[in-house]
C-alpha cells in the first residue's frame, strides 16, 4: 500500500488515459490513507489535504524562535552559574571567568561559555578543579529553566506552519543546551545555530522556505536587522524578557518590533490574522 501511494503522488505528464490513470491512483491513496486514519493515532491537525499538495508548493508561514531569554531564562542560568563558582572556587574566579566570558562576546558576538573556560585554564592550568567546572555547564537542567507557557507557544502556531530554532552560538554548548531542555524534541529537530543568525537569512530561506517568516526574539537588535533585509515578509515579536529587553536603552535605539508580548506564553493570546496583522498595523493591542 506504501508503495501504490507515493507511486501516485510522484506520478506526472502523460497522455489522457494516464492522467485518468493517476486521478483514480490519487483518489485511492486518499482512500487508503483515511482508513489508515480510522485504523491508527493521527495528531491533532493533521490534513490528508496536506498530503497530497505538490510537494514544490512554497508553505506560507514558517515561525522562528530565539533561545536564551526567549523561550529560555538565560539570566537565571548565569545566576546560578556565578553562585556556582564563587561555592566552589570563590568570588575571584567567578569575576575572572564572567570578565573573559564578556571579552569573548565582544569579540564572537555571543556567549561562548567553554571557550571563556578554556580560556581561564590557560591563566591557571594547576588547578584540577576546573575539570568539574565545565560537567556543571554541560549538565544543567535546562528545562527546569523554559519559561512558563514556553512549549504551550511552540504548540499554539504548530499548526499553521513549521516552528524553527534560530539561535546564535557555539557548535558545542549551544546545541546542547536545546536539547537538554527539549526545545530540539518540541521542534522535532528544526534547529539552526549560526554564529551571527541574522546575516544568515539567505541559508534559513533555502532550508525553511516561506511566503512569510514570524521571528520571536528578545533582541530588538536582531529583529531590526532581519527586518531591513526581508521587510514585510517578516513579523517581528519582541518578547520584553531578560536583561537586554528590559534595558530602557535597547528601546530607544532599535525600530519598534511589530508586535510586543510581555511573557512568550502570551502568544497563545493571538490568532494568526492577529499575529500577520501586526506586521501591517504595528500595533501592540491586537488579539484574536
Not at 70 to 96: I, Y
Not at 97 to 124: H, T
Request: hydrophobic share 40%; aromatic share 10%.
Amino acid at each position: 500500500m506504501r508503495r501504490n501511494i507515493h507511486l501516485s503522488l510522484c506520478s506526472s505528464g502523460g497522455n489522457s488515459e494516464q492522467k485518468r490513470n493517476s486521478k483514480n491512483d490519487r483518489t485511492n491513496a486518499l482512500v487508503s490513507i483515511r482508513k489508515l486514519r480510522g485504523k491508527f493515532h493521527t495528531p491533532r491537525g493533521f490534513c490528508l489535504k496536506r498530503i497530497l499538495t505538490p510537494m514544490h508548493r512554497k508553505p506560507e508561514v514558517v515561525f522562528l524562535f530565539d533561545v536564551d531569554n526567549t523561550l529560555l531564562d538565560n539570566d537565571r542560568v548565569l545566576d546560578d552559574l556565578r553562585n556556582h563558582l564563587e561555592h566552589e572556587f570563590g568570588a575571584e574566579t567567578r569575576d575572572r571567568y564572567f570578565a573573559i566570558l564578556e571579552e569573548l562576546y565582544d569579540e564572537l558576538g555571543y556567549a561562548d561559555y567553554l571557550g571563556a573556560l578554556q580560556r581561564y585554564r590557560l591563566e591557571d592550568v594547576c588547578d584540577p578543579r576546573l575539570l568539574m567546572m565545565s560537567s556543571f555547564l554541560v549538565d544543567y537542567p535546562f528545562a527546569n529553566r523554559l519559561y512558563p507557557g514556553t512549549l504551550a507557544a511552540l504548540a499554539h502556531v504548530r499548526p499553521w506552519g513549521a516552528t524553527v530554532i534560530l539561535s546564535d552560538g557555539d557548535v558545542v554548548f549551544q546545541p546542547r543546551k536545546v536539547q537538554r531542555s527539549g526545545l530540539w524534541e518540541a521542534v522535532e529537530g528544526r534547529v539552526l545555530i549560526y554564529t551571527h543568525k541574522e546575516q544568515m537569512l539567505e541559508d534559513v530561506e533555502r532550508r525553511y522556505p516561506a511566503r512569510h517568516y514570524v521571528m520571536v526574539d528578545d533582541k530588538l537588535r536582531i529583529l531590526t536587522a532581519m527586518k531591513k533585509i526581508w521587510g514585510e515578509r517578516l513579523t517581528t515579536v519582541w518578547p520584553r524578557q531578560g536583561h537586554y529587553a528590559l534595558d530602557p536603552k535597547t528601546f530607544a535605539a532599535h525600530t519598534p518590533a511589530d508586535l510586543t508580548v510581555e511573557f512568550i506564553g502570551d502568544l497563545v493570546n493571538y490568532g494568526l490574522t492577529a499575529l500577520l496583522g501586526a506586521n501591517a498595523g504595528r500595533s501592540t493591542e491586537l488579539r484574536v
